[in-house]
């Protein structure tokens, strides 16, 4: 009998929240907003699924109703990614160590 | 066109590259290139999505223009946002993934044909219960931020809305919607999955309206985490392993961060989310009405004892945040720095209002990371310190906590400024913090109370240096 390919889907899933799990206990403390919007960056992964949506159906009418909300979800969340990267990279140029002496 | 094969490994490469972003982290001399990292992940999921729909009509077109549009939207944002109002910002920006899962599952149940999810009213069992559950914690994710983004942003006051049965209603719209998501998968009726959608929206907001200001930083990382969730739902209908990695990584990051949050407190998960704390403290409050006798300066006094201090600790709080005053106090430091005194920062994992709060503010600053330390890592040096300055933080200052059973806040774990040999607490009045109690500190004989704003008192200080 064939193993269902949402077992291994499912496996994927567990094995990734205890990677999370790991990964996001050894992020410092001090790093903790950064962390907030880079994960909030990458959850709009989800734009994948929206572009499938926008770009479905072949019948040449591409406003379907399915297909709106498929374009308005591009749109949040492209709004997401440009924003949640961008102002990750914002905030991480500016933790700086402190200056050696020069002397 | 692509195989499926290759799109699922392009897939698999985007969601490692999305946990080396978070891998990044753990210092901040990695942190930049896990953003590259992250950035090059998000690049190659949408790269390979659009080759293997590989339709290039007018369909995408629209793609390309949406994507300037909410792209120039989020770039104007990530630039100008002030880094006082990151909560409130990463709070409007879990309002836009959640919405955006709904927007997904919807369409996914318009037109499951093109998602090979079956046919309009014969979607697959499985798919079907993914997709709600998408939608409903993608909902809830919608509504929930959107009502702690207003209080952040103080539109709506910060203080918890409660009302009698408040939490069976919460507890009965819950199991209506997973009884709906049941009766969906009989009867695959639209009018279903608009019902389940509608109950997760009204369900957000009831359940964030009870949460008061300061518990805020787990109500945050909680939203974070129901994102990923939301986010994973739609993965599994999708069938595609960059949503499901990603939301697992998301999901369990935000749990981790409420968890952590809620340790800072000593408090409960649970009794964090049914919410009404602060606003109910009325007992402990008035047993310490009467007034005792404090001490209070003014800034030449602070100048005077911190010059003359060999080591002096500041403690930032969410006050700070509010009187805009890491600058000012980055340039009193400075000060300081080159009168010889050694100064160092101690940072109390819920001061401010999300995690991490405190330390962006001061980074902003220029305040190297390397003289900012974490409460176990500083919390003995308070009894060989001269000077403790604290600035705009309070309950997490507070020796009750260690002393009095009977506080609401005992057993918090909170910095030992008393044991300083002397503290300078800026403060605009002697009214008590968030959860409603008097501080201790306030009539000790080594306090010495700065009434007036934050940032105007550090300002005067500078100035006295």
Redesign the interface.
């Known amino acids: 009998m064939e193993i269902d390919p949402f077992i291994f889907r499912l496996s994927i899933f567990i094995l990734s929240i205890f990677i999370g799990y790991y990964v996001v206990w050894s992020v410092t403390p001090s790093l903790h907003t950064p962390l907030m919007s880079v994960t909030n960056a990458i959850s709009s992964v989800i734009i994948v699924g929206a572009i499938i949506a926008a770009l479905a159906g072949e019948s040449g009418n591409i406003l379907d109703t399915a297909n709106i909300f498929g374009f308005l979800a591009i749109i949040l969340a492209a709004v997401n990614i440009f924003g949640g990267f961008l102002v990750t990279q914002r905030m991480l140029a500016m933790y700086k160590k402190k200056k050696k002496d020069k002397k | 066109m692509i195989s499926a094969n290759l799109l699922a490994v392009f897939?698999l490469i985007?969601?490692v590259l999305?946990?080396l972003?978070?891998?990044g982290?753990?210092?901040?001399e990695t942190?930049?290139q896990?953003?590259l990292f992250?950035?090059i992940?998000?690049v190659i999921?949408?790269g390979v999505?659009?080759v293997s729909?590989g339709?290039f009509?007018?369909?995408?077109f629209?793609?390309l223009i949406?994507?300037i549009?909410?792209?120039?939207?989020?770039?104007f944002?990530?630039?100008k946002?002030p880094?006082t109002a990151?909560p409130e910002?990463?709070a409007g920006?879990?309002s836009?993934?959640g919405?955006?899962?709904v927007?997904?599952a919807?369409?996914?149940f318009?037109?499951p044909?093109?998602?090979k999810l079956g046919t309009p009213g014969n979607i697959k069992i499985?798919s079907l219960i993914e997709m709600s559950l998408g939608a409903a914690i993608g909902a809830i994710t919608f509504t929930g931020s959107i009502i702690a983004f207003l209080k952040l942003r103080g539109i709506m006051s910060g203080s918890p809305v409660t009302f009698k049965g408040q939490h069976y209603l919460n507890l009965i719209l819950g199991i209506v919607a997973i009884a709906l998501i049941f009766y969906l998968c009989s009867s695959q009726a639209a009018s279903l999955f608009w019902n389940i959608i509608g109950i997760s929206l009204l369900l957000g907001i009831l359940l964030i309206i009870p949460i008061g200001g300061a518990d805020m930083p787990v109500v945050?990382?909680m939203l974070?985490s129901y994102?990923?969730w939301a986010?994973?739902g739609?993965?599994?209908?999708?069938?595609?392993?960059?949503?499901?990695?990603?939301?697992?990584?998301?999901?369990?990051?935000?749990a981790?961060?409420s968890y952590?949050m809620c340790k800072g407190m000593n408090r409960s998960f649970f009794s964090v989310i049914l919410g009404g704390f602060g606003g109910t403290d009325q007992i402990s409050t008035a047993k310490n009405n009467e007034r005792k006798p404090v001490k209070t300066g003014n800034a030449d006094d602070a100048a005077f004892l911190m010059k003359n201090a060999s080591s002096v600790i500041i403690v930032p709080g969410y006050g700070m945040a509010v009187a805009q005053a890491q600058h000012a106090l980055r340039e009193m430091v400075d000060a300081l720095k080159k009168n010889g005194v050694k100064v160092s920062y101690a940072?109390h994992?819920v001061a401010g209002r999300?995690?991490?709060?405190m330390?962006?503010l001061l980074?902003?600053a220029?305040v190297?990371?390397?003289?900012?330390f974490?409460l176990e890592e500083i919390n003995n040096d308070f009894a060989n310190c001269d000077v403790a300055y604290v600035i705009g933080a309070n309950d997490v200052t507070n020796p009750v906590a260690k002393s009095d059973p009977q506080s609401p806040i005992y057993g918090m774990p909170i910095l030992d400024v008393e044991k300083s040999k002397s503290v300078l607490f800026v403060k605009r009045s002697l009214s008590p913090g968030y959860a409603g109690i008097d501080n201790d500190l306030f009539y000790r004989d080594n306090t010495l109370m700065l009434f007036s704003d934050a940032k105007k008192m550090t300002e005067e200080i500078v100035k006295g240096l």
Do not use: K
């Open positions: 897939y985007s969601g999305f946990i972003a978070l891998r982290l753990s210092s901040p942190s930049r896990g953003n992250g950035i992940g998000m999921a949408i999505t659009i729909v339709n009509s007018t369909g995408f629209y793609l949406l994507l549009i909410g792209g120039s939207i989020g770039t944002i990530a630039f946002i880094m990151m910002l990463v920006f879990h836009l993934v919405l955006a899962a927007f997904v919807i369409s996914a318009l037109n044909e093109a998602f499985a945050i990382s974070n994102s990923g986010a994973a739609i993965g599994f209908t999708l069938e595609n392993t960059a949503l499901i990695i990603t939301g697992a990584l998301v999901g369990s990051s935000g981790i961060l952590i940072i994992p999300m995690p991490g709060h330390n962006v980074a902003e220029n190297p990371y390397d003289e900012v974490e």
